[in-house]
Nanobody, 125 residues
Framework: QIQLVESGGGSVQAGGSLRLSCAAS????????MAWFRQAPGKEREEVAT???????TYADSVKGRFTISQDNAKNTLYLQMNNLRPEDTAMYYC???????????????????WGQGTQVTVSS
């Protein structure tokens, strides 16, 4: 089992920045792919960014150039640096983890097995 706890959400004006953190505990050695998702009210959950153990990353087109996913393996912590935030970035943000490489998860269309409780991000215009 892997436990994930997000933090760092909050309210910010458009153009501002936030950094989300996700602390992982438990069987973290079995984690290969970690990701950030978000879900706004009335919308489907969206994959925002992923990162593999080798450091390779993917981003949704809507956040490319503004968001950066990273991880500190020594601290078992995942980060999402969000710059130039827009009102449409408002959502609940979730951290997710799985014991498969990200590319394999995407290829199989498989879902992540471990999720955090979420942290709210609100961007005002």
């Amino acid at each position: 089992q892997i436990q994930l706890v997000e933090s760092g959400g909050g309210s910010v004006q458009a153009g501002g920045s936030l950094r989300l953190s996700c602390a992982a505990s438990g069987r973290t050695y079995s984690t290969y792919c970690m990701a950030w998702f978000r879900q706004a009210p009335g919308k489907e959950r969206e994959e925002v960014a992923t990162i593999d153990n080798d450091g390779s990353t993917t981003y949704a087109d809507s956040v490319k150039g503004r968001f950066t996913i990273s991880q500190d393996n020594a601290k078992n912590t995942l980060y999402l640096q969000m710059n130039n935030l827009r009102p449409e970035d408002t959502a609940m943000y979730y951290c997710a983890a799985e014991g498969l490489a990200c590319w394999l998860l995407h290829l199989r269309g498989a879902s992540f097995g471990f999720w955090g409780q979420g942290t709210q991000v609100t961007v005002s215009s």
